[in-house]
């Protein structure tokens, strides 16, 4: 028998009470080394209590002391954007079909755009010489070459509204059959946001474009001059 083998024994096991640090006992006696003022000294400010993290004693704290840069906008929006070329690419792939209408779903779940979508999603007009049928599409924001592009094929672009809640519904509504829970109502735009959309969107998501009236035409292009 080797000796390795024959230190590991199960009658000769113990513990090793060198590893283990045993806590200090504060204020037990002045042969503890730690009793009376338990290591604190005496009198002042650390002896008596704590105090507010970055107290310096009086003076200007750090914080105050350093200049502020900059602000953080609580009301800005963040969207995605993506390319007319890359649709038109992906819909000559036979991944998109450009008979039924494109929505922010149909992008999602094509590969146009990534999964972390925080607002929305924003039509460029990058490769729009490579869109030559007519296509429907409802997103977030679109450029002016992006809707002058989708309407010279004689397609249409919608600007739709969804809040974070009904955005969710749109991209994952599996989520809330899996809870039981209803699809949200679609939620009306805020008043600053009103003049940047052409509808509340659609829930669930929808198949079919709503067709623009002469009147929303005539605005809207009031505002794309603008």
Do not use: C
Request: net charge positive; charged share 30%; hydrophobic share 30%.
């Amino acid at each position: 028998m080797s000796t390795a083998t024959a230190l590991l024994r199960l009658d000769d096991l113990q513990d090793n009470k060198r590893l283990r640090q045993q806590k200090t006992r504060k204020g037990r006696g002045i042969g503890s080394g730690k009793g009376k003022t338990a290591g604190r000294g005496h009198k002042g400010q650390k002896a008596r209590g704590t105090y507010k993290f970055g107290f310096e004693g009086g003076q200007t704290p750090l914080r105050r002391r350093m200049p502020k840069r900059g602000f953080k906008n609580h009301f800005s929006l963040t969207f995605q954007p993506v390319g007319l070329g890359k649709i038109a690419k992906l819909i000559n792939e036979g991944i998109i079909d450009s008979s039924e209408l494109i929505t922010m779903k149909t992008l999602k779940e094509s590969g146009a755009i990534g999964k972390q979508i925080k607002d929305g999603v924003r039509l460029m007009g990058r490769g729009a010489e490579e869109i030559k049928w007519p296509i429907h599409l409802e997103v977030s924001r679109v450029t002016v070459r992006a809707k002058e592009a989708v309407e010279a094929v004689g397609g249409s672009v919608r600007r739709v509204y969804y809040n974070k809640l009904g955005f969710r519904a749109l991209l994952n509504p599996e989520w809330f059959e899996k809870k039981g829970r209803l699809l949200p109502k679609a939620a009306r735009p805020p008043p600053k946001q009103k003049d940047k959309v052409d509808s509340i969107g659609r829930l669930p998501a929808p198949t079919k474009p709503i067709p623009f009236f002469p009147e929303e035409k005539v605005v809207d292009e009031t505002q794309l001059s603008t």
